[in-house]
């Protein structure tokens, strides 16, 4: 895809050879796909949690995150979904981006080489100014929160 004048840069590194591309499924993905590139198969126990290698890592311009997300196919049809969802990916990391996958199925999961198991989202992160304050403007909802709207 040619890059536009206001694309954000991202440096992508492919770590080991066999570390998949980032890829979008389609143009209007919002997310691209993150492959194990474990050497050989992973298999996630019902209620055990995996770290999962990509291979790659991801040199983001400051003011951009990573967020890794679950894949809905997963979560939907095998219980498998990344325990910290959306993990994040800061600008400042330089290390392989890892997923932290869990099965909740009641089935060992296998993950093979190359297989899709989450997704990375790039998110603008604001800069922002914190400022210690003694009175906050009221609001309607106020401190409630937990459920403060009913069930
Ligand atoms: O799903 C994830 C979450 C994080 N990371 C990497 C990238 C991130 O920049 C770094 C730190 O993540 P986080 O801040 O969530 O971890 P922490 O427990 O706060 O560790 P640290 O003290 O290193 O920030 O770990 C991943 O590879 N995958
Ligand atoms: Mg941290």
């Not at 954000?8 to 570390?19: D, K, M, T």
């Not at 993905?29 to 291979?55: F, K, Q």
């Amino acid at each position: 895809m040619d890059p536009k004048s206001t694309d954000l840069r991202v440096g992508v590194r492919r770590l080991v050879s066999r570390a998949g591309q980032l890829t979008r499924a389609t143009s209007g993905s919002s997310g691209y796909d993150l492959a194990s590139a474990e050497d050989g198969e992973l298999i996630i126990l019902p209620g055990a949690v995996a770290l999962v290698r990509t291979g790659l890592a991801l040199e983001l311009p400051p003011g951009l995150e990573g967020q890794v997300r679950s894949r809905s196919g997963l979560a939907a049809r095998s219980g498998v979904f990344v325990l910290n969802s959306p993990g994040t990916i800061d600008s400042d990391y330089r290390g392989e981006v890892k997923v932290v996958l869990a099965n909740f199925g009641d089935a060992p999961f296998s993950v093979f080489p190359g297989d899709r198991i989450a997704q990375l989202v790039f998110m603008e992160v604001p800069n922002v100014c914190l400022v210690a304050v003694d009175e906050m403007a009221p609001t309607e909802r106020g401190a409630g929160g937990f459920g403060s709207s009913g069930s």
